[in-house]
């Protein structure tokens, strides 16, 4: 195994590229784990249904039921994938004591006390979400935009708690938490007034990041959406309003989920457009086919380009990633473990890239040997970099961690009736 790695490494040697330094890179970027995939978005707060143009279909057996369910299945997670994780919590995962419970706009750090001391037990960051979905406040589909003005304190007063409980996190875990908000507010036909749920929207943001908070500890971001089930006519968080809101208001992030755009968009082309203006950027991951599905994340074409274009605008200190996806119609740990994977290999690829030659052959108006070169790249011997990455981890380095899986659901998921 360490002749085949040799061989590789000699090969990607002769295109200028170091694969220990890529594999060193690697190492130091940490991927956030969203803990949603294990229970399809449900929480612990509420029983009812998902809301707010949230939708996960699929029935496969082994779905996390309770706190202690969901973090047996996150730490098999842990131990199949290389590399550095956080772990990603929305707000209606709480957790409360027995006979124990508080509405979201009430909620505490003391509810996520035992976040994090999972994460701590595990040296891991925890970044965080307002929930804006899922609940009776809801009100004919609007949060943060709602001219009822009770409905829109209640969240804005759950926004503020939730930026105390994000610099919770980051105090307690020393790592800094990027608390993200995204809303599913908007119409489902033409409306009458686009810019009033804007004007109010804004508003509502401005009231949020009033509540004192150390932006060293605490990045917020806003998160915009094309369109959603229920909303198809306008969202009033597009990705105009988010990117202004967060170029007008300093220590504020955008998010760009690449499922949130048209599906003609690529988030590859916009990381280093904002790149050139926003010193941090953050990402949510996912795998869109045709809309906003939220699929299993695979080390598909589109994963790769997201992936070469924060290397290549050497970034990966400067954008905050997180995967975001749901899948109830096969083994959830599966999902996870393929999908982390998947971005781990994205990213070794685009470190594996001979990015400075190829902008030299641009810069030089060299088109033919720069596709010469794109070309030629394409089969070099990736697998075996990855391979060895693994075995680093103590992993293995072939398709039998799927074996893992299997005993896994045999032996714990298929005992949750």
């Not at 990603?88 to 006390?113: M, Q, T, W």
């Not at 007034?193 to 605490?218: H, Q, T």
């Not at 089969?379 to 060895?388: K, R, V």
Request: with cysteine; charged share 30%; hydrophobic share 40%.
């Amino acid at each position: 195994m360490n002749k085949m790695y040799e061989l590789a490494k000699a090969k990607y040697a002769a295109f200028g590229v170091d694969t220990e330094e890529a594999i060193k890179k690697l190492d130091n970027v940490a991927i956030s784990l969203h803990c949603w995939q294990g229970d399809d978005v449900t929480g612990f707060d509420h029983d009812g249904p998902l809301t707010g143009g949230i939708q996960t279909t699929g029935n496969y057996p082994g779905k996390a039921r309770t706190p202690e369910e969901l973090m047996a299945d996150i730490d098999k997670v842990i131990s199949l994938v290389p590399g550095k994780v956080k772990l990603n919590l929305h707000a209606c995962y709480a957790i409360f004591g027995p006979g124990e419970y508080v509405d979201r706009d009430k909620l505490e750090p003391k509810h996520f006390s035992k976040w994090v001391k999972f994460a701590k037990e595990r040296k891991i960051g925890i970044d965080f979400n307002p929930t804006f979905f899922s609940h009776p406040n809801v009100k004919d589909g609007l949060t943060l935009t709602s001219p009822d003005e009770k409905i829109r304190k209640f969240w804005i007063e759950h926004g503020k708690a939730c930026i105390r409980i994000s610099e919770y996190f980051a105090k307690e875990t020393g790592i800094p938490c990027i608390m993200n908000i995204w809303i599913p507010d908007g119409f489902k036909d033409v409306p009458a007034d686009r810019m009033g749920p804007r004007m109010r929207y804004k508003d509502s943001l401005d009231k949020i990041l009033a509540e004192p908070f150390d932006k060293n500890l605490v990045k917020p971001t806003v998160e915009s959406k094309v369109f959603g089930i229920g909303v198809e006519s306008y969202t009033a968080g597009s990705a105009e309003f988010t990117l202004s809101y967060a170029a007008t208001h300093e220590g504020v992030l955008p998010l760009m989920d690449n499922g949130h755009y048209h599906p003609t968009e690529v988030v590859s082309d916009k990381i280093p457009a904002l790149l050139c203006y926003y010193p941090e950027i953050a990402l949510h991951i996912t795998r869109g086919v045709r809309w906003d599905s939220d699929h299993v994340l695979i080390f598909d074409d589109e994963t790769k380009e997201m992936a070469k274009e924060i290397v290549r605008c050497d970034a990966l200190n400067r954008v905050y990633m997180a995967l975001d996806y749901f899948d109830a119609s096969i083994n959830r740990v599966s999902a996870w473990t393929v999908g982390v994977r998947s971005w781990e290999k994205a990213l070794l690829n685009a470190l594996l890239t001979p990015n400075e030659t190829l902008k030299k052959l641009q810069d030089e108006g060299n088109f033919t040997k720069l596709m010469v070169m794109f070309e030629e790249i394409k089969t070099l011997p990736f697998g075996e970099i990855w391979a060895e990455y693994l075995r680093r981890h103590g992993l293995a380095d072939d398709i039998s961690w799927f074996d893992e899986i299997q005993k896994y659901e045999k032996e714990v998921q298929s005992k949750r009736v």
